[in-house]
């Protein structure tokens, strides 16, 4: 049966032309493709200017109430004086009652309305007042029959399976119909109106969508997607139901209420702007009753992440401006909200810290010997604390949707680690067999902490950073001396043998023979930690033999001079093998043995100045005082001309100390020689 109607609807029902007072043009109300949405307007109305359909109507419908031509014309061509536009009577082959019964609102809206013009506009003498009364009486109704029928249309257009995409096309046509038609009475000042002039469908259509949206999202009906989506909370329940049905309402909309409306009209960011209104509404009372710190996370993810995902989903994000929306929240209840959310989870990361430091603490002082892997010394004291800040900073930026105030959750970090370096500072004090281990041990950690400052940038405000590097480069340094003060001590004879008869090379051969069996007393640590520990052991050796060095015989001419020259230049050699061999990656120590030696050699006043200002630029640590001890070596290099020297590198160290800002960078690149060599 519906096929058949279907058929003979497209054949052989033309819709009615209406003569548009406004426009002084015909409006043609055509059949539409079900699947496309438009209304089936000609091109000369949506031409017609503010009038015409393309002049959006009011709100959802766009457009304005006053056209803009004023003396229309009746069908012959003639001045209507002010009579509203009439309809041509169409070949209707149904009823109103059966267009309404057929779900074809807007053909039942058409035939109410040239009925409407027909008794108000046209006189006609066959009406006896109590027919006339009785037929205004049944239209109204009939229009009453149709408006509730095309409300009830949208009120269920959300309903899978309820309302057919067909009926929702018709009953918007028919809702574009009656605006029209508003319109139009609102033009004529003379003739009688109908009581039920103007509709305000438009109006009425907004305020169904709103209450729908509202029932909806207060009874709402989408199914659970996952058996743990139901735990927490009954608040955290309620947001979650609200949030599966805003979702899958949306995404009904998009799929299919979209296409039954004109694209113009933009239906998709209407009901966008609805469900975000009323989820808003209804998380705002939930956030100003009062909140559990989890209920407080709940919300927070709502707003920040679970929220916008759905909007970013790509069938959502295609029609709908998910940017225009803007927070769920006001501010002035996500503020609150934040700080239950950042008090809570910076007290869980302290408490959690300070546990894992207490345990780290009565381990030692029960003397539990550290645990060993490969042949290496580890702790997970730092693993933990690591975890608990990364996971604490990520969460955070993901629950407040904000970087600078995740990062703000280690702000405690280096009075952490202060704490931590006074506990390392007890073990190294101590004399317990598990001393040394235990060292060995929180090097590693001193390595893992470093490591995420350096590549986990983000997790930490600059200030915060630094101020933590500085102090892993405090125990660091506390830790290298522990370990090898008593390998120093062993070697300490060699040192001052240094400084005589050392052109030969025999003391230094001496010195690195017992360098290399006093460093297995190192081994038992971490690689990183353990190249670290010999990049400090190459540091050392490297500075006590310039103090030899300094400290040893001068050389008159330039002849011994150049001899000096070969001597450092191979020693600087030997040092570098064999401590690369030992596992250090202090390449650089070696240039600063060779730039001496190239002192020592070059004769030349110009040809040092320009050595010592490299020197001055590489290693900004380097004083005059080092300059001059240096070139004091040379016994045929004038005062006056040690002077000219030290002005040049007094020159370029100004240079640098105005040029050079303390940034983290440098912090971390500065490498220190000379300072440590005291003359």
């Known amino acids: 049966m519906k096929r058949r109607m279907g058929a003979t609807f497209s ?110 506009l046209q006189k006609n003498e066959s009406y006896s007042l109590q027919d006339y009364n009785t037929a205004i009486e049944k239209l109204q109704n009939q229009h009453q029959e149709l408006e509730e029928a095309i409300l009830k249309t949208i009120r269920l257009s959300l309903n899978p399976g309820e309302v057919s995409p067909e009926a929702l096309t018709s009953a918007v046509k028919a809702i574009r119909k009656e605006i029209d038609q508003d319109n ?135 029609h709908i401006r998910a940017a225009d929306l803007g927070k769920l929240l006001p501010p002035s209840l996500l503020q609150p909200l934040e700080e239950q959310y950042f008090t809570k989870q910076q007290s869980d990361m302290l408490t959690y810290i300070g546990e894992v430091l207490s345990e780290a603490k009565q381990k030692w002082t029960s003397g539990e010997m550290p645990k060993t892997e490969d042949g290496c010394f580890i702790s997970d004291t730092a693993i933990f604390i690591i975890e608990v800040v990364n996971g604490g900073v990520t969460s955070a930026e993901t629950v407040l949707a904000d970087r600078t105030k995740a990062q703000s959750l280690t702000t405690l970090l280096p009075e952490l680690l202060q704490s931590y370096k006074s506990f390392l500072d007890d073990v190294i004090k101590s004399s317990k067999p598990i001393t040394g281990p235990t060292v060995k041990a929180n090097l590693h950690c001193i390595e893992q902490f470093s490591n995420v400052l350096k590549r986990k940038r983000f997790l930490f405000p600059d200030e915060v950073r630094d101020q933590s590097q500085f102090i892993l480069k405090e125990m660091q340094t506390s830790a290298h001396s522990y370990l090898l003060k008593p390998v120093h001590t062993q070697l300490k004879p060699l040192y001052r043998k240094l400084s005589s008869d050392w052109l030969k090379g025999d003391n230094l051969k001496k010195l690195l023979e017992n360098i290399e069996s006093k460093s297995l007393d190192l081994q038992g640590l971490a690689r990183a930690s353990h190249q670290e520990l010999m990049g400090t052991f190459h540091l050392d050796v490297s500075v006590e033999y310039v103090k030899g060095l300094i400290n040893g015989d001068r050389f008159k001419d330039a002849k011994k001079q150049e001899q000096a020259h070969d001597a450092v230049h191979r020693d600087a050699q030997l040092l570098q093998q064999l401590f690369t061999k030992l596992g250090s990656q202090e390449d650089w120590l070696k240039d600063v043995l060779l730039r001496i030696a190239e002192l020592l050699r070059l004769q030349e006043l110009p040809a040092i100045q320009t050595e010592v200002f490299t020197m001055g630029t590489l290693y900004p640590d380097i004083s005059e005082k080092h300059v001059s001890a240096i070139l004091k070596l040379k016994s045929n290099f004038t005062k006056a001309n040690r002077r000219t020297v030290k002005e040049t590198l007094r020159d370029v160290l100004n240079e640098s100390a105005t040029t050079t800002t303390t940034t983290s960078t440098t912090l971390e690149n500065t490498r220190s020689f000379f300072s440590l060599l005291t003359l």
């Open 11 to 120: 054949k052989n029902v033309r819709c009615p032309l209406l003569f548009c007072r406004c426009t002084n043009m015909r409006i043609r109300s055509g059949s539409a493709d079900s699947n496309s949405g438009t209304l089936g307007f000609n091109s000369q109305s949506e031409v017609s200017g503010r009038g015409g359909v393309r002049g959006r109507f009011r709100r959802l419908f766009g457009g304005n109430k006053s056209p803009t031509n004023p003396t229309p014309a009746n069908a012959n061509g003639n001045a209507t004086d002010g009579i509203l536009p009439t309809a041509e009577e169409p070949e209707e082959l149904y009823t109103f009652q059966e267009r309404l019964e057929q779900q074809c609102f807007s053909e039942a809206s058409q035939i109410l309305i040239n009925e409407e013009n027909k008794l108000f």
């Open 184 to 318: 139009a009475w609102m033009q004529e000042a003379q003739a009688e109106k109908p009581k039920w002039r103007p509709s305000k469908l438009e109006t009425k259509h907004e305020k169904v969508l709103k209450f729908m949206v509202e029932e909806r999202l207060d009874n709402p009906t989408a199914q659970c997607s996952s058996p743990e989506a139901v735990q927490g909370s009954s608040i955290q329940a309620d947001v979650l139901a609200m949030g599966r049905q805003l979702k899958e309402d949306l995404k009904t909309v998009v799929e299919t209420v979209r296409r039954c409306y004109p694209e113009k009209m933009d239906i998709c960011n209407f009901y966008a702007n609805i469900f975000h209104n009323v989820f808003g509404v209804r998380l705002r009372k939930i956030a100003e009753f009062g909140l559990d710190d989890k209920d407080c996370t709940f919300i927070l993810r709502w707003v920040n992440e679970y929220y916008p995902q759905i909007l970013q989903k790509p069938a959502l994000s295609e």
